[in-house]
Every structure is written in C-alpha cells, then in structure tokens.
C-alpha cells in the first residue's frame, strides 16, 4: 500500500482511433516518400533498389560508427538519468543517483513503442518502490517533457543563426517561432507564479504541481543540465555520417539535430518522420540518409532497452522484494 494520501500511478491512456490512423497515416506517407526517393536514386545508379541500398550499406565503417555510438548511448544514458534526478529533487525529494539509474533504464524498454508511456512507467515504479504519489511523479515527468521541447527549441535557434547560410530556407521560420515560445513560456511562467488569472483553479490541478514549484531558474538549470547530450550528439553525427560517406559540417548538423531529433518525438512507429528528415535535408545523399537515419535511430532505442534489460533484474528486486511484495526500500 502506498502511504496516506498517495494514489497509484493512472495508467497512460490508449491513442484513440483517430489518432492511430493520423499516426499510421503519417507513417504510411514517410515510407512512400522514401520509396520514392530511394528507387529514384536508385535508377539513376542503374540498379535495382535493393542492390542499391546493399551497395550502401557495405560501404558503411561498421565498427568504428558501432564503438561511437555504444560510447554516445551510454553517455546519455547518463546525462538522461542526471536530468530526472535533479527535477525530482526540486520537485517531490532527494533520491541518490544510483537509485534513479535501474528506474530510467527500465523505462527505456517501454520507450522503444512510446517516450511519453515510458516516463509514465517510471512514475509507477517510484510510486511503488518509494511510495511517492503517483500524481507527483507524473507533474515532474510532465514538467520534463515540457521543458523539453523548449530546450530542442532553444538550440534549433543557436543552431539557426551559426548555420544559417547552410540550412534550407524554411529553417527561416525558427526564429518566430522561437519568439513566439519565449513569449509563451514567460505567460506560463506568470500564470502558475498567480500574477495572471490569479482566480483561475486550473494552477491547482495535482498533475501541474511542479509548474506551480517550479521558478525560472528551474527551466535554465533543465536546459543547462541536458544540454552536454546534444552537444556531444553534433560531434557524434558529425563522424558518423562520415563513417557513412557523407561529409557535412558542425555549424551544419547544430542547425540540422534539434529539428530532427524534435520529429523524433512524433510517436509513429520507427519515428518514420526523423528518418524522412534526413533524407529532406541531404537530398543528394538519398541512400545513405536513409540507411543512416534508420539505423542510427533504432540502434539508439535498442541500445537504450539493452541497457534497461542490464537493469531489469534490479528493477525486479526494488518493485517486489524477495517476497514478491512492493520493497519500500531502493
């Protein structure tokens, strides 16, 4: 049982119908574009596209790209399990690193169907590992997500004015829209501080408890926190897409990342949207954009769930004891 006043962790609720068939719609769209886009190359290499994509394939260093990302995974691994122990450290209370690490772990197996039920899973674990109410753990992870997008936000932005004789020219757009957030995100900001619509009741709801804790300084420490990831992810894919056959810049991929990884986000199955992305921006690289962009995103996920697996054992033990019952411990 959890303690007075702690409720179970409310299960995420199932897409509805219509956004199942939007989300397979949009996947269905990605993979007839890159269809098209690949068997155009293709024929214009005189080959088949599956002799095509082959040849692609076999020309990629394996095992230099293999060491670099099983070395990025694991640092944001680390990086990542950083971030949720700081928030709920200012949000809900002090619990030690090394008991957040089987927590995040193990919610990366989840996180390879959906990212959003995956932060839900580790606010059931918390709950009955530590008997936090669920409500809070869910504020935070809600808090997270939402900082998260601010921050993709924020260094598409830097990325737009180091980059932007590179970049396409709808990138152009980033700047408004980043204006636009900013102004958004301090309305936000005034709203849950009770200096806007102060009479309003929608502050008091429990899953927006850590909007109503949290301070300014909560949202740049957040991106000051997270940020070493995508810093080390420029120099990652730089080298990689080299390992590849692609050459492109630093100023070039900072632009080019925090858009990608954004429609990584999207919850379609493989985020058939970040692989159509590269493929968009490097269009004279068609095949190994897509051969990169596919593999390096599901070795990423697949990665990560092969570390929640290394942990799974631990998880096991600090959810259900020896006994079978919920261990209070950690």
Not at 39 to 51: F, M, Q, T, W, Y
Not at 74 to 82: C, M, Q, S, V
Not at 208 to 213: G, S
Not at 230 to 248: E, K, N, R, S
Request: glycine share 8%.
């Amino acid at each position: 049982m959890t303690e007075p006043g702690a409720e179970a962790t409310t299960a995420p609720k199932k897409p509805s119908a219509l956004q199942r068939l939007l989300f397979l719609g949009l996947t269905g769209l990605c993979f007839a574009y890159l269809y098209y886009r690949l068997n155009g190359a293709a024929g214009r290499e005189g080959l088949p596209l599956v002799d095509y994509m082959s040849q692609v394939f076999s020309n990629v260093a394996w095992l230099p790209w293999l060491f670099l990302m099983v070395a990025y995974s694991l640092f944001y691994f680390f990086i990542d399990t950083l971030v949720v122990t700081h928030a709920l450290g200012w949000f809900i209370k002090d619990i030690p690193y090394r008991d957040i690490l089987p927590i995040r772990a193990s919610a990366y197996i989840i996180s390879m169907f959906n990212e959003q039920i995956g932060k839900g899973a580790m606010a059931y674990y918390l709950n009955r590992r530590d008997q936090v109410p669920g409500w809070e753990v869910g504020s935070v992870m809600l808090f997270v997500m939402f900082c998260e997008v601010f921050y993709l936000l924020v260094w598409a932005t830097i990325g737009f004015y180091v980059s932007r004789d590179s970049l396409p020219e709808v990138f152009g757009l980033i700047p408004t829209i980043a204006l636009v957030a900013a102004v958004g995100l301090a309305l936000w900001m005034l709203y849950f501080q009770g200096k806007i619509l102060p009479s309003s009741q929608l502050r008091e709801k429990r899953l927006l408890h850590a909007f109503k804790l949290a301070k300014p300084w909560h949202y740049g420490a957040f991106f000051l926190l997270r940020s070493p990831a995508i810093i080390a992810a420029v120099f990652v894919y730089t080298i990689a897409l080299t390992l590849f056959g692609v050459d492109v810049s630093l100023t070039s991929l900072l632009g080019y990342l925090p858009v990608i990884f954004f429609a990584a986000t999207v919850p379609t199955p493989m985020r058939a949207a970040a692989i159509t992305f590269w493929v968009i921006l490097f269009p004279e690289n068609e095949g190994q954009m897509a051969a990169f962009g596919f593999v390096q995103h599901n070795f990423f996920i697949l990665f990560n769930a092969g570390i929640g697996l290394l942990f799974w054992r631990r998880a096991q033990r600090d959810l259900f004891g020896t006994n079978g019952r919920p261990d209070a411990g950690g």
